[in-house]
């Protein structure tokens, strides 16, 4: 059996997090700058997954990954996009997401496969996002710095979030090719009514934005990303998904944080409750006099890196409104500005 790259713990304080660049392009296995008040390591740069998972041995906390690896090869096997990011997560890798790529759908598909952050490298307006993310991801196990996902966020919001069907898919990929509807029935030993049939449910769901932009199903594909060689390359379901980035991706919604929400619980809800909306990621604030919320909530925090006692998050239930800002209340700074979900919400 074949070892594979070791995944170190979360990066205790003062500690170095040991980072691995993927990409490509030679110009980004260098080492990064930091920003002021990260430490990082870089452990190693590769070309391709298959090269890292192949020689790396040393372990890291957090993995930088170019998206489109076959630039320089024009290589369609090569282990990229949504099923490098699933291998690479299922080995307990943490992946930071690093790309040229603008396209919103196979971008966001890509991280919602199981990355941890984005970060465009054309993102000029913060030229230390990259070594934050990778300090926050290798610290945190994830990023807890709103600003930190508002790219991601700008690339959810435009996406359409529905995923074609793999027969529906391989169609557009013909049609990407110039191929006629009766072509493409022989090739896939179908009906040219049902290729057809196919096209109008293709343009169902797409073919406003398509009129919008003066777009062809040739363009379309290119905008999903799911041609040969391209980033969506994993198996599409039988029947067009709607939703599935939201789902893995909650917190990349508009308006939401990018961190743990804060929850305002009433006296009486249950402990179990309380602890599923921990694991969620949202913190119950409680009222004191529960030992097992303030054991439950001390260690979320703990998560967090913040240290501080249950009195200090206890807030009055005469809060009104469904969405409120924690502003003028006497709790830690690092908790100012995130939303605060209130009433019965456990």
Known sequence: MTPVPAVLPLAAPGEPVRYVLIDDEPLYRQAIGTAAGT???????????????????????????????????????????????RQLAGLGHRVVVYTADERPEPVARCVAAGAVAFVSKYASYDLTALSRVIDEAGRHGR??????????????????????????????????????????????????????????????IFGAAMEARGQGFGGLARDLGVGPGDLVNDQAAHRPARGLMARAMPWARAGSTSGPRLALAREGVRVGARQRCVQDGVLGLLHGGDREVD????????????????????????????????????????????????????
């Open 39 to 85: 430490v990082l390591e870089l452990a190693g740069g590769y070309a391709s997954v298959e090269a890292f998972l192949a020689i790396h041995r040393q372990p890291c906390h957090v993995l930088v990954l170019d998206l489109c690896l076959n630039r320089q090869t024009g290589d369609t096997a090569v282990l990229q996009g949504v099923r490098a990011i």
């Open 143 to 204: 990023v807890v710095t709103a600003a930190l996902h508002d790219a991601l966020r700008e690339l959810a919001a435009r996406c359409h979030d529905i995923r074609l069907s793999g027969t529906l898919e391989e169609t557009l990929v013909l049609l990407d090719r110039g191929l006629t509807d009766a072509q493409i029935a022989r090739t896939r030993q179908l009906s040219v009514r049902t290729i057809e049939d196919h096209k109008r449910k293709i343009l169902e």
């Open 295 to 346: 054991r439950v909530l001390r260690v979320a925090l703990g998560d967090l890196g913040l240290q501080f006692g249950l009195a200090d998050v206890v807030l009055s239930l005469l809060v009104r409104g469904p969405l409120v800002q924690l502003r003028d209340m006497r709790l830690p700074p690092v908790l100012h500005g995130l939303p605060v979900l209130c009433g019965r919400v456990l």
